[in-house]
């Protein structure tokens, strides 16, 4: 039987392919913009200055600054690049940094966003924006920070190294395991997000074998869109909170993290959500769902231990204590020592290992 469910789409054009960057004149006429700033990182300067060439009279100008977690200051700089080049309107290429970047001007200044996402964060999906001031984050969720239009571009994804693929893949397929045990969960973003499971898994072998696999690449793209979609559309759990935690109080790489921690995520849960694991293990080809994602990782040549990427073994108490006091929904209880034990199979890097669960 299918049971209730409430399912919001949220309000977002998408233009998927090869050479779509070609239309992004166009669409920002569409929304009614004339002074484009492109937005990117320093990394991506480059590649934002080819664009703003294409853009002719769109283009305004570029700030290249965009930087993990969204610092304030470096809003504040963009705000008066914008207010000094007179923008009317921001297109924003690169990864999750940069779409966040865009996003913080929209919330501030209500500019369209025209949004070209490089990596599979899947930001671009989401009506969330986390920022940082003074080391401390803050995370808003309104529709003002969604992208009018989203072009997805899988040329632009060719130069992102295979090992940033790997992990940036996983760390979207964590988006849509959630999404399948999700308190909010619905039958249309479940569909999107094993269809998105699929399409990853299949992809991120093929673009460490061949990185210049244009059809993995672009299948891998497609499964980052919709694991996207999840993210935006219905809430996350346990795995999502803990890599959050880890990361701000370990200072740990956002998507290795979640490459680390997933499978052991997966394994709590599986008790109590075994339809949801059984579409997890059928998506990725495998027979069990937290050791299909282990294995996965470990083909991709991701690191698999929390210690290999910057965490001490003595943060391991804390980091449990962390994760059962802030109270959140999951469809496992948070139980303090399986918390623990989770914890310390990841920062080993051990196999997941299903815990029993308390009566
Ligand atoms: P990123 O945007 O920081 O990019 C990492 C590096 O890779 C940067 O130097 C970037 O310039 C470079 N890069 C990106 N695409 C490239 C490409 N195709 N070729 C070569 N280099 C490329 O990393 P990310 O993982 O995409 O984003 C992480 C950030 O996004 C975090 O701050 C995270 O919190 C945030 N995020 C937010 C949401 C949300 O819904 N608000 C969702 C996911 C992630």
Known sequence: MIGSFTFESLPCRVIFGSGTLGAAADEIKRFGGKRSLVLTTPQQEAEGRRLGASLGSLFTGIFAGATMHTPVEITDQALIAMKELDADCVVSLGGGSTTGLGKALALRTGVNQLCIPTTYAGSEMTPILGETKDGLKTTVRTNDVLPETVIYDVDLTLSLPASLAATSGINAIAHAVEALYARDRNPVVSLMAEEGIRALADALPSIIATPGDREARSQALYGAWLCGVCLGTVGMALHHKLCHTLGGTFDLPHAETHTIVLPHAVAYNAPLVPDAVARIARAIGASD???????????????????????????????????????????????????????????????????????
């Open 289 to 359: 769902a937290a050791q299909g994602l282990y294995d996965l990782a470990r083909r991709l040549n991701a690191k698999l231990a929390l210690r290999d990427i910057g965490m001490p073994e003595s943060g391991i108490d804390k980091a449990a204590e962390l994760a059962v006091t802030n109270a959140y929904w999951n469809p496992r209880p948070l139980e303090r020592n399986a918390i623990r034990d989770l914890i310390a199979h990841a920062w080993s890097g051990a196999a997941p290992v299903a815990t029993k669960v308390a009566s």
